[in-house]
């Protein structure tokens, strides 16, 4: 037990240095502990600013892209509204025309078709005088036999006229030439 006894004794002699490093020890490891506090503290705020600058800039970038977007559907739905207002014009401006042009149609045609039978009224009497000039020619078929010849010539001409006239001038020519072709074999007896 000596040694025990021993141990007691440095013990004792060494246990006021011992409490003294104890104490020692502890007083650094709370500052320590202290200063590591204060760097997670700062740390941790600094994150939270970081954090929170983040957030704020996610959040600005989103309220931009709404916004973009926002402008970018109302511009496409003010453009969509615009081509469709121009459609609608467009078409009322072809429909106007269309209606337009077909009354003036209508109102031509129905002028034409009043005007058909004034027409054909007029050139049936201007024709008519025309058609008794060759029959002025019928005293001259009756002339002599030498006569009768170059009027037969001139009937020819005649006809070609005659045929280019309307179909009302057709039948009197159709008449005169049968008169001439008794007088032509006559002159040849």
Do not use: L
């Not at 440095?10 to 490093?21: D, L």
């Amino acid at each position: 037990m000596a040694i025990f006894d021993r141990i007691k004794k440095i013990f004792s002699k060494n246990a006021p240095e011992v409490a003294k490093v104890a104490g020692a020890i502890g007083a650094d490891v709370a500052h320590e502990t202290a200063e590591v506090v204060e760097e997670v503290k700062k740390v941790v705020a600094a994150a939270a600013k970081d954090a929170e600058k983040k957030v704020t800039a996610a959040a600005k970038t989103a309220e931009k892209k709404v916004t973009a977007a926002t402008k970018k559907a109302d511009a496409a739905v003010t453009k969509a509204v615009k081509t469709a207002d121009k459609a609608a014009t467009t078409a009322t401006k072809t429909a106007s025309k269309a209606v337009q042009t077909g009354a003036k149609v209508v109102a031509s045609r129905t002028a034409a078709a009043a005007a058909k039978p004034a027409a054909a009224k007029k050139p049936a009497a201007a024709k008519a005088p025309a058609a008794k000039k060759p029959a002025a020619a019928k005293p001259a078929a009756a002339k002599p036999a030498a006569a009768a010849k170059p009027a037969a010539a001139k009937a020819p001409a005649a006809k070609k006229p005659a045929a280019a006239k309307a179909p009302a001038a057709k039948a009197p020519a159709a008449r005169k030439p049968a008169a001439k072709k008794p007088a032509a074999p006559k002159a040849d007896a």
